[in-house]
């Protein structure tokens, strides 16, 4: 009819037949790597934690029903006890006691500078809060134990350790996490969802309990997850402020020992092998597991709010809604209106002064939120600064640590840090997005992959010593880098990937399908659509994580305290060579008998927080510009 | 400021981060001859082992941290060059890296290399332990062995200060003792308990810790200065720690008196009676074997033992609050100072 | 419902509307009257500040940080624009459809009951009225009767937009604001809107804004015609089609841009 159809792809093959695209699928294999990195090292840590603890459970001391419901631990000595409830207690009230905390007021701060604070005040809040997430645990651990606990042993009896302090500044701690995470949810609900619901005439309070919040919910309840984890594996702020004496209470005043503070104990100290020792490997297994199982409900929660709401995932399983939301109508009538009801007038007056009295009183509640968040932060600083900022000069800038206070400086401790963890970031971000992309993208959503980005996530509640401990057997001695900035690195970057691959999923998720759908419609193949029209605007959630990754990857002494020095006489020169790092110092200097070394902790940290910032603020800017481009 | 300018501006921030990075680095990299050498361990012996580092001219030292297993961790499987250690080597430290623990003597010294490395020992300090007490405390000032027993093991232990025997008398107070004091991962704790129960850590040793019985009296803290300030806030506290941190610290809590049995005197605690003082440890180096002249390493370390033992490395000593060898056994350092030789 | 009286201060008179975004005049000295029980059309090329005019009038443009507007909008005898008249009383009385549907992910009946219950209304009986003569209303009722539990994510582009009419229409307004309800559907679905529009002018004050000039002619009782922010001209539709007395106009409506 046409003619002879001259296009270069009708070229005598089958044009319907499917292209084998070799780039195409070298990226979906790379892809696929990535995320198995992140895979594989939950599998090892959970191979070795089995290992440990069937050595544990087959000790002739240990008596397996005993460890279960056994009320006392005390692991060492002639006549030793293993009975976990002690620390399971210790864990749950304070991992527990500060999530109750952290949640609300998180969730409040995130809502008010979401819905109703003015553009300028919140550019400016989100970053300083986020500032907070870099302070080091250890700076928590004396804040409670110098600070908070004698007003707690003074107003309420609490002994010297106790659970209260570390409640309440883990509470802070895990704070950031939960505000940023849930900002960056609320913030991807479409503009258009929150005008319906203006229009229909309800207050700006009423929009965002009842139209933002429900539709953030996935992104606010994985930010809640975030933060739980993050207190599951505190080890250095309950070490130092809640105490070491496994106690089967709920009483906060009391002094208790968290799972990981007996892990963390084993591991960095001088624990003759044995029972005790392996004792840890079982613990560890619990807590593991409880993370798992804590997922695991998270997750089958958010898709009852989903199904809820409507947004079909891609099985379409249908989760019954459990209450029914809808009297059936009458068949034969086909109406709810049997007798010609009166339809009611609604008469908006009657409820407005009302519904202006809760609004208000709301957004005061959550502004309030915020100005606690923001009054502790500033005491934290002012104590920082007073301590810290005497110290800081030129001289301790560019000097060399030495054994003499005066002339002690942190010059190397500087680029070790600051090499140590630009590698890091280099390792751990396109990994980690890789490793979403594929979850998100390219997996099929089966009962395997959800596992897989379970244990995934359970990564982010394994305590910071544990990825020490696996730094320095695998990197440092397996592979053979030793003592490195590589080694440190690397054991840096597969501590930080989960935040990153669970905020990237977030940001995913978040993109309306018909994004995808448009560029497939026009014929891109499936790499295509997401390098161009997906990667693009899951940035901001990206830089998220990114931000949150290097405010630990910094400040946590635990997973290089192994590696890294805290004395040398030049600077590294390459990769491979050793290192100091900032929080390893401010750890030494801390618990050296001078004081002059304590103050010059103070200014380390001072320094720590700076070089933060100065990294987080680029983050923050690109963010601020990819959040603004987003169109829907 | 556009998208543009942003990435301009990171890519500024980063070549000047860098360039700084770089210019530290060429600074420093003129003596490219010198050998390199890592110590690790004890962080007991941390303070010393940097200040020695810091003077001693024969070689770049890196020194770190971890803990005394740690130490002798990294010197066993090669990966350090010296471990510190406020303890003795212990079977359990060769079986660790899988090697037969028996060999280890009770001397920490080992008849048999371990997977080729042969850990030999080294005294390069002592560590006085001070037994602390509140301020308000008058009358547990000078202490006995058997009064430590009664207070710090679960053998009968004493609740209250008044059933301490001998305590009631000096005006001991119906008040329930705490206790604050390092934890079992500490090689204080190791020390203190072996100079107080019988056959410590062996199959016949006649009494439990008071941390190990869990009756919730020991408190234990593995940060020195936290302890110290609890002591100092508890008026019926008691624990005990290094000196040095009384040194650096004083009149914040008052320090024991103690005496062995209650035929000798009560000694007081401080450097210059460290010879008549029951409680003073020797912190430990321990090399791969007698360091050889004739490598370029093994020569470093000969000199940097050599240095460490001499008078001037010894003078160093004290300034971090730790005791001279001579002060304590006058035999010893002469006789290292042969087999370096 | 209340009853059809015929008050004069019942249309909604514009007088000398300017609007500001930051430094720039998106409405420039607008003053028409939008009769009462009547559908009133805004057309004009892109950017000419229909869609901006029309949201004044339920003051949903202060939402926008930066917009200013100075001038009138009486209605009932008030300035609505008087910074003393609470937006959100103004705005349950006045209900509003958006170019792109935007059902809430909830169920159908959740949807429409959205509003009455802010308002107060719990009752399970008076809302099942409520959703029931909603839906009826805007002539879903039939097609989504037995499925009221489940999503409205799961309707069409057609029935979800008129579960938005519904859904304005459950909070018993006076005014209904269209902006472009039709641009996103296809002609099927944009012909039952179109009927349903002709319906609703019974009860309600219509405005709406489109590109699509046939529709406004096909609609429209009156029509404005607006450019850069002026309104060119305001008439009858029949008028304005037939008769258009502004070059501009006539331009326009002969396609010659926009």
């Given amino acids: 009819m046409l003619g002879k159809v001259n296009r270069t792809y009708f070229n005598g093959a089958n044009p319907f037949h499917k292209k084998v695209d070799l780039k195409e699928n070298i990226i979906v294999w790379l892809l696929l790597i990535a995320a198995s990195l992140a895979i594989l090292v939950s599998l090892a840590i959970l191979y070795t934690l089995i290992s440990g603890s069937i050595g544990f459970f087959f000790d002739p001391k240990v008596n397996i029903l005993d460890f279960f419901i056994g009320t006392k631990w005390t692991p060492s000595g002639t006549n030793p006890s293993f009975g976990l409830l002690p620390l399971l207690s210790g864990t749950v009230l304070i991992a527990g006691g500060s999530i109750l905390i952290a949640t609300p007021l998180g969730l409040g701060a995130a809502l008010y500078l979401t819905q109703f604070a003015n553009k300028k005040a919140s550019s400016i809040a989100k970053p300083i809060i986020e500032l907070l997430a870099g302070i080091p645990s250890i700076v928590f651990g004396f804040f409670a134990l110098i600070v908070i606990s004698p007003i707690l042993r003074q107003y309420f009896g609490a002994s010297y350790f106790n659970a209260a302090s570390a409640i309440i500044v883990m509470s802070v701690m895990i704070l950031p996490i939960i505000v940023s995470v849930s900002d960056d949810s609320m913030r991807a609900v479409p503009r258009e969802l929150k005008e319906a619901s203006l229009a229909i005439g309800a207050t700006k309070w009423e929009t965002a309990i009842k139209v933002v919040m429900p539709a953030a919910s996935s992104g606010i309840i994985a930010s809640v997850l975030l933060g739980l984890a993050r207190a599951l594996g505190e080890t250095m702020v309950v070490a130092l402020a809640a105490g070491s004496v496994a106690k089967f209470t709920l009483n906060p005043l009391s002094e208790v020992q968290t799972m990981t503070a007996y892990i963390a104990q084993v591991a960095t100290g001088d624990i003759p092998p044995g029972v005790a020792v392996s004792a840890a490997f079982a613990v560890g297994l619990v807590l593991f597991t409880i993370t798992y199982i804590i997922n695991l409900i998270a997750g089958r929660i958010v898709l009852k709010i989903q199904n809820a709401g409507g947004q079909a995932s891609k099985n379409s399983k249908k989760i019954i809604l459990k209450k029914p939301v809808v009297n059936k109508i009458n068949t034969s009538t086909n109406s709810f209106l049997e007798n010609k009801i009166e339809i009611k007038n609604i008469n908006p007056e009657d409820t407005i002064k009302t519904r202006h009295k809760i609004s208000s009183l709301g957004i005061l509640l959550v502004g309030s939120c ?29 000097s060399y640590p030495s054994s003499i206070p005066s002339r002690a400086g942190i010059f190397p401790v500087i680029i070790g ?7 890091a970031m280099i390792f751990a971000i396109p990994t980690s997005m890789g490793a979403a992309v594929y979850l998100t993208e390219f997996a099929k959503d089966n009962y395997y992959t959800r596992i897989l980005r379970r244990l995934i996530q359970n990564l982010s509640g394994v305590p910071s010593i544990v990825f020490g401990l696996v730094g320095l057997t695998v990197f440092a001695r397996i592979f053979g880098f030793g003592t490195s900035i590589l080694s440190g690195s690397l054991t840096l970057a597969i501590m930080i990937m989960p935040i990153i691959i669970v905020t990237t999923e977030e940001a995913l998720k978040a993109i309306p399908k018909s994004f995808r759908e448009a560029a497939r419609g026009l014929g891109a193949t499936k790499w295509q659509t997401v390098r161009h029209h997906v990667i693009p605007y899951a940035l901001p959630g990206t830089l998220t994580g990114s931000i949150l990754a290097l405010s630990r990857a910094i400040g946590e002494t635990a997973p290089i305290l192994f590696i890294a020095s805290v004395f040398a006489k030049t600077a590294p020169d390459s990769i491979f060579d050793g290192f100091l790092a900032l929080p390893v110092t401010i750890f030494f200097w801390t618990r050296h008998p001078k004081v002059e070394f304590q103050n010059l902790a103070a200014s380390t940290i001072l320094v720590l927080l700076i070089i933060l910032f100065a990294m987080n603020i680029i983050a923050i800017i690109i963010r601020q510009r990819a959040q603004a481009n987003r169109d829907w | 400021m556009n998208r543009k300018t942003i990435v301009k501006f990171g890519i500024l921030i980063a070549v000047v981060v860098f360039g700084i990075v770089f210019a530290g680095c060429t600074q420093t990299s003129t003596s490219k001859q010198v050998v390199k050498l890592s110590q690790t361990g004890s962080s007991t012996v941390l303070p010393l082992a940097i200040a020695w580092a810091e003077y001693f ?9 971890g803990g005394s297993s740690h130490g002798l961790n990294a010197l066993l499987v090669g990966e350090s060059d010296l471990g510190d250690a406020s303890r003795l080597l212990k079977g359990s430290d060769y079986e ?19 997977k080729g490395i042969t850990p030999t020992k080294w005294v390069v300090a002592y560590d006085v332990l001070a037994v602390v007490v509140n301020n308000e405390n008058t009358w547990a000032t000078e202490l006995t062995y058997d009064q430590l027993y009664k207070i710090f093991t679960d053998d009968n232990p004493a609740v209250y200060w008044d059933e301490v025997p001998g305590l009631k008398e000096k005006g001991a107070p119906h008040a329930k003792i705490s206790i604050y004091a390092p934890d079992e991962a500490s090689g204080t704790y190791d020390y203190f308990f072996e100079s107080i129960i019988k056959d410590w850590t062996k199959s016949t040793q006649v009494a439990q810790t008071r941390l190990d019985s869990g009756d919730g009296i020991y408190h234990p803290s593995a940060d020195d200065n936290v302890i110290l300030d609890a002591v100092k806030s508890n008026n019926y506290a008691i624990g005990y720690l290094g000196f040095a941190y009384i040194m650096e610290n004083p009149g914040q809590v008052k320090v024991a008196k103690i005496a062995k049995t209650s035929e000798d005197s009560f000694v007081e605690a401080s450097l210059a009676n460290v010879a008549k003082y029951p409680m003073a440890r020797p912190l430990h180096i321990y090399t791969n074997g007698i360091p050889n002249k004739s490598t370029d390493k093994g020569k470093a370390i000969n000199e940097y033992l050599n240095y460490i033992l001499s008078n001037e490395g010894q003078d160093l000593v004290p300034e971090v609050g730790y005791v001279q060898v001579s002060l304590v056994d006058p035999t010893i350092l002469p006789s290292q100072l042969e087999k370096l030789k | 419902m209340e009853p059809n009286e015929i008050k004069d201060n019942e249309s909604i008179v514009i007088s000398n509307l300017d609007i500001y975004y930051s430094d720039v005049r998106a409405v420039n000295k607008v003053s028409m009257s939008i009769p009462k029980n009547r559908v009133t059309a805004l057309i004009g090329p892109s950017g ?18 930066g917009c200013r507007m100075k001038g009138k909008i009486i209605w009932k005898g008030i300035n609505i624009l008087d910074p003393k008249v609470d937006p959100v009383a103004l705005r349950s009385k006045i209900g509003m459809v958006f170019q792109k549907p935007n059902p809430f992910p909830r169920s159908i009946y959740d949807n429409i009951a959205y509003g009455p219950r802010i308002h107060g209304i719990h009752n399970k009986k008076e809302l099942d009225a409520i959703v029931e003569k909603s839906l009826k209303d805007a002539a879903l009722w039939e097609e989504v009767c037995e499925r009221l539990s489940e999503s409205a994510m799961g309707l069409s582009g057609g029935q979800q937009q008129r579960l938005c009419i519904a859904r304005a229409l459950a909070i018993q307004p006076d005014i209904i604001l269209m902006d472009e309800p039709c641009s996103a559907l296809d002609p099927i679905a944009t012909t039952k809107i179109e009927d349903l529009i002709d319906e609703l002018k019974k009860e309600y004050t219509v405005v709406i804004v489109t590109h699509n000039m046939q529709q406004a002619a096909r609609i429209s009782d009156y029509t404005g015609f607006m450019y850069l922010g002026k309104l060119v001209e305001f008439d009858s539709t029949h008028e304005i089609f037939e008769n258009p007395k502004d070059e501009l106009t006539e331009k326009y409506i002969m396609g010659r841009f926009g």
């Avoid at chain 3, 000419?48 to 940080?65: D, F, P, Q, V």
Wanted: net charge negative.
């Fill in chain 1, 370 to 398: 915020l100005v606690i968040t923001t009054i502790f932060l500033g005491f934290l600083m002012f104590s920082i600064l007073e301590q810290g900022l005497p110290g800081i000069n030129l001289n301790f800038l560019t």
């Fill in chain 2, 96 to 114: 660790k890296v899988g090697c037969d623990p028996k060999l280890v003597t009770s001397e920490g010294t080992a008849s048999s290399a371990c």
């Fill in chain 1, 417 to 423: 840090s600051i090499y140590l963890v630009g590698l």
């Fill in chain 3, 48 to 65: 000419c500040g229909k869609s901006t005019l029309l949201r004044a009038i339920n003051r949903m443009n202060e939402e926008i940080e």
């Fill in chain 2, 57 to 65: 001219e024969g070689a770049e030292i890196s020194v770190s941290g």
